[in-house]
């Protein structure tokens, strides 16, 4: 049994997920995976992704994995990440794909036309570092109000229960960077790439115990 799994379906960006779990969790035997059966019996299991959510259901299923994130998001200590967080939830509108329905709700993509306060178009992906706004949940211990993660995205959450935000950015209004339930904790911004607030998150999840 090992002690973390990281999903590879093929999508993720697993080498720095990797480096940076690596070193959030020393003396815990990480893995890289596409193997249900290893997924299956890891004591924790990160859920990356990167790239489009169609091609990232498509590859999911094409390697036989649904039924093993399915099975960690409802059983054991479960992190997903970026995609890995679109995912869990029932729709997204980028392709009109159907996610894995863990969450209630659906993906939204950002608007075209958004502004700032000076009036500048902002970009659409969010493309970035961006300040974080957090509640209560035990993965925030010791990461200060405001810390900056690193974003890059083009599309957000919009759960149907609110009692799920964990936390929310501005772009330019505020939107959903972070959901939880019971054994799961899913965030849209990059942990392995925000520097010393993102290491201490996964070094809170490694520890936690819901």
Not at 100 to 105: C, I, M, P, T
């Amino acid at each position: 049994m090992v002690d973390i799994a990281i999903v590879d379906y093929g999508m993720g960006n697993l080498r720095s997920v990797e480096q940076a779990m690596r070193h959030a969790a020393p003396g815990r035997e990480v893995v890289v995976t596409d193997d249900a059966a290893v997924i299956g019996n890891a004591q924790r299991v990160v859920f990356p992704g990167q790239g489009a959510m169609p091609d990232c259901m498509r590859e999911l299923d094409g390697r036989g994995l649904r039924s093993a994130v399915l099975e960690a998001a409802n059983a054991k200590p479960f992190l997903g990440i970026c995609i890995g967080l679109q995912m869990l939830f029932e729709k997204s509108a980028e392709g009109d794909v159907a996610g894995l329905g863990v969450l209630k709700g659906e993906v939204l993509r950002f608007d075209g036309n958004m502004r700032d306060e000076k009036g500048n178009r902002l970009k659409v992906p969010h493309m970035g570092w961006n300040q974080v706004r957090h509640v209560g949940h035990s993965l925030w211990e010791g990461i200060a109000q405001d810390a900056r993660f690193y974003y890059v995205h083009s599309y957000y959450v919009a759960p149907e229960d609110r009692k799920l935000v964990q936390a929310t950015s501005d772009y330019p209004g505020p939107f959903v960077c972070a959901v939880a339930r019971d054994n799961l904790f899913a965030v849209q911004f990059h942990p392995e790439k925000s520097q010393a607030a993102g290491l201490k998150l996964l070094q809170n999840f490694v520890y936690w115990n819901p």
